[in-house]
């Protein structure tokens, strides 16, 4: 996977690591040649994937209809934990 460029990413998600977890991930994603950024948003796709929930309907192209709820969210979630 390389550098991508993508205008249709327009939301921010940030969280705190640790000093460590922030150099693990730097070293990870520069090891497989992408920025930390991206190298993050292949992990959350990569388990939205294993769970089921990354469909086609969250790939299609952006528009405030298509997005899910977060009760939408939920129910999808819970229903492939069970």
């Known amino acids: 996977m390389g550098r991508s460029q993508s205008n249709n990413k327009t939301k921010l998600l940030a969280t705190r690591v640790t000093p460590r977890i922030n ?3 730097k070293q990870v994603a520069y090891r497989e040649g992408l ?3 991206e190298w993050i948003r292949v992990v959350i796709i ?3 994937k294993k769970s089921g929930l990354f469909t086609t309907k969250l790939m ?3 528009d405030d209809e298509s997005e899910f709820t977060l009760d939408e969210f939920e129910t ?3 229903s492939k934990l069970t």
């Open 35 to 37: 920025y930390v950024s």
């Open 23 to 25: 150099e693990m991930i």
């Open 46 to 48: 990569n388990e939205l």
């Open 60 to 62: 299609e192209p952006y």
């Open 76 to 78: 999808a979630y819970r």
